[in-house]
């Protein structure tokens, strides 16, 4: 099974700190996401990556960057945490097989970021 | 731009009774479908997925889902729900083409009465 982990499972943050959200997954997919979610608004894509090196901004991406320096390591980063970024964020993965949009994403179990 | 919708929030239904989570997306000529599952403090799990062919997806759990293109819908069917289907599911739609970007429902909490 593809394991997709999140080094913490609750974080808790200050205000104008800098956060690193880690996630790595055992299963050799080129494609890695990062998304947030909050209570009546789903799941919103922050950033995504299709390679090694390689990013593409998602729909909410202002405040957040993102590092992929090894292909089974996509890093989530806060420039300055702010309260509005209290929220649940998940990392996902995907291989490439065929039309690959057709892949279904493996969560990993998600990070709880409270920021104060 | 993409987008999905999932009509009702929160969906009590009895325990054994058929249970209808809704699910409808925005036309494209060529559309992938994915029903997402996240259970109590963990992540999304995939629970069935449309790619071509055959209008009607099964998962392995029980819960089936129709294709409709006319009505650009993918509803999430059980003909009889249980305790353990008490989790929030989520419709997501994927674009073929270029690269893959997947846009989520904002998710429907199924509660199962005993």
């Known amino acids: 099974d593809v394991k997709v982990t999140q080094s913490s499972r609750y974080l808790v943050k200050r205000t104008g700190e800098k956060v690193f959200l880690e996630c790595v997954q055992d299963m050799d997919h080129e494609n890695m996401f990062w998304y947030r979610q909050d209570p009546g608004l789903g799941l919103r894509l922050i950033y995504f990556?299709?390679?090694?090196?390689?990013?593409e901004k998602g729909d909410i991406p202002e405040g957040y960057s993102v590092s992929r320096e090894k292909k089974e390591r996509f890093s989530l980063i806060l420039e300055s945490a702010s309260t509005n970024q209290t929220s649940m964020y998940l990392c996902a993965s995907s291989p490439i097989v065929g039309d690959r949009a057709g892949s279904p994403l493996h969560f990993g179990n998600g990070t709880r970021l409270t920021v104060t | 731009a993409q987008s999905v919708t999932q009509l009702d929030s929160q969906v009590p239904v009895f325990e054994e009774a058929p249970v209808e989570l809704r699910c409808n997306y925005s036309?494209?000529?060529?559309?992938?479908l994915f029903w997402y599952v996240q259970y109590p403090n963990q992540g999304l799990q995939l629970l069935l997925k449309y790619l071509s062919g055959s209008t009607l997806v099964e998962s392995i759990n029980g819960f089936e889902a129709e294709f409709n293109k006319s009505q650009t819908s993918f509803h999430l069917r059980k003909p009889s729900v249980h305790i353990s289907d008490t989790a929030e599911y989520f419709c997501?739609?994927?674009?073929?083409?270029?690269?893959?970007?997947?846009?989520f429902g904002i998710g429907t909490k199924l509660q199962v009465i005993p």
């Open positions: 036309s494209s000529v060529s559309v992938y």
């Open positions: 997501a739609v994927s674009y073929s083409g270029g690269y893959q970007k997947v846009t």
């Open positions: 990556s299709y390679d090694v090196k390689m990013k």
